[in-house]
Nanobody, 122 residues
Framework: QVQLVESGGGLVQAGGSLRLSCAASGIILRINAMGWYRQAPGKQRELVAAFTSGGSTNYADSVKGRFTISRDIAKNTAYLQMNSLKPEDTAVYYC????????????????WGQGTQVTVSS
């Protein structure tokens, strides 16, 4: 089993900043990809930012230049620094990780955190 625990959400005024953390624990041989998604009320879950299995980063167009994803590989932890927050950034933010728990390819699967609420007031 793998657990992803997010922290750092909260209420902030427009223009403010928040930093989200996601710590992965459990039986982890290798984290192939890791990132952040968000889901606003009535909308589909969307990618915010992620490290790909090749080590590059992807960002949603709406957050480019404002959000930065980083990671501490030794701690199996990813971070999302969110600056210049806007009311439209309000959503539940979910951590996602593509984790291999063993040597076989069949041990590789996606895991999700429980989500952390980010609310940006205008």
């Amino acid at each position: 089993q793998v657990q992803l625990v997010e922290s750092g959400g909260g209420l902030v005024q427009a223009g403010g900043s928040l930093r989200l953390s996601c710590a992965a624990s459990g039986i982890i041989l290798r984290i192939n990809a890791m990132g952040w998604y968000r889901q606003a009320p009535g909308k589909q879950r969307e990618l915010v930012a992620a490290f790909t299995s090749g080590g590059s980063t992807n960002y949603a167009d709406s957050v480019k230049g404002r959000f930065t994803i980083s990671r501490d590989i030794a701690k199996n932890t990813a971070y999302l620094q969110m600056n210049s927050l806007k009311p439209e950034d309000t959503a539940v933010y979910y951590c996602n990780a593509d984790v291999a728990t063993g040597m076989l390819a069949t041990t590789r699967r996606d895991w999700w955190g429980q989500g952390t609420q980010v609310t940006v007031s205008s």
